[in-house]
């Protein structure tokens, strides 16, 4: 582990997955800082700082401050004690942002010694087919996004979903894609196609947004939107965000 790089990261917790396929596992949680995209939505501070913040005792809530960039020999000391004192209460190490595949080349470095202690979950925006392919062989899970213009305020980059769900394959994937009351049955279309035609078994995971602690889409929309994709993808589930009625992070 001599001279691995060191990364800014925003902050390092234990809880519990609220999203997803892997939702209800807990898990160590490691936030890397930096994003490539800047969706309407977005609720997740990921700006660089010169602090990380850092659960010691892995589920107290309690934060102490470690200095960026962080070495990666801290946060596998870290770890280890969380495991000894905690055994089997994790589930996977969570690699989430911002966008953590900006942070690809140093990932490289780091995973095969996380994965030493637990597997692997990816949470990305899956824009980064590139950067994924530098770190897929060390990857358990991948947890990927197809953002919808209704949502994001953005365009999409079909073809980079695409491309990035190709690769991401390789590892057990699930694609999320967040939905709004504003959200068209032509975008939700043509993402259940682009992953049927990529990966017919992949689980497509619909995600109403939150607003307020609530809900944000109709149960009447969401159904009518759930037999959209399913005539087109039939491995589709609706799953709201779960932490936020359980409050934790
Ligand atoms: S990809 Fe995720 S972290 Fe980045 S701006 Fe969009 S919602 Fe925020």
Not at 30 to 39: E, K, Q, S, T, W
Not at 219 to 231: E, H, K, N, T
Not at 239 to 247: A, C, E, K, N
Request: aromatic content about 6%; some cysteine.
């Amino acid at each position: 582990m001599l001279h691995t790089p060191s990364a800014d990261l925003i902050e390092i917790f234990s809880s519990l997955q609220g999203e997803g396929e892997l939702l209800g596992r807990r898990q160590v949680f490691i936030r890397f800082a930096g994003c490539n995209l800047d969706c309407d939505y977005c609720d997740t501070s990921f700006i660089s700082r010169s602090l990380c913040l850092v659960e010691e005792d892995s589920g107290s809530g309690a934060l102490v401050e470690y200095e960026n960039p962080v070495p990666l020999e801290r946060v596998v000391d870290l770890l280890k004690l969380w495991l000894k004192a905690y055994p089997g209460a994790h589930h996977s190490i969570s690699i989430t942002g911002g966008e953590p595949l900006l942070h690809a080349e140093l990932l490289e470095i780091w995973l095969p010694h996380l994965r030493q202690l637990l597997p692997i979950s990816l949470e990305t925006n899956g824009t980064l087919p590139v950067a994924l392919r530098l770190i897929i062989d060390h990857l358990d899970y991948v947890a990927t996004d197809i953002k919808l213009p209704s949502v994001s305020g953005q365009s999409t980059d079909w073809q980079a979903h695409a491309d990035f769900l190709a690769i991401a394959t390789q590892a057990q994937c699930s694609v999320k894609v967040i939905i709004g009351e504003n959200t068209t049955d032509d975008e939700l279309l043509d993402a259940a196609r682009l992953v049927q035609d990529v990966s017919p078994s992949t689980p497509m995971i619909l995600q109403p947004v939150t607003r307020n602690n609530r809900v944000g889409v109709s149960v009447p929309r969401l159904l009518a939107l759930q037999a959209l994709v399913s005539a087109v993808h039939p491995e589709v589930l609706v799953i709201p965000q779960t932490h936020v009625f359980l409050g934790v992070k």
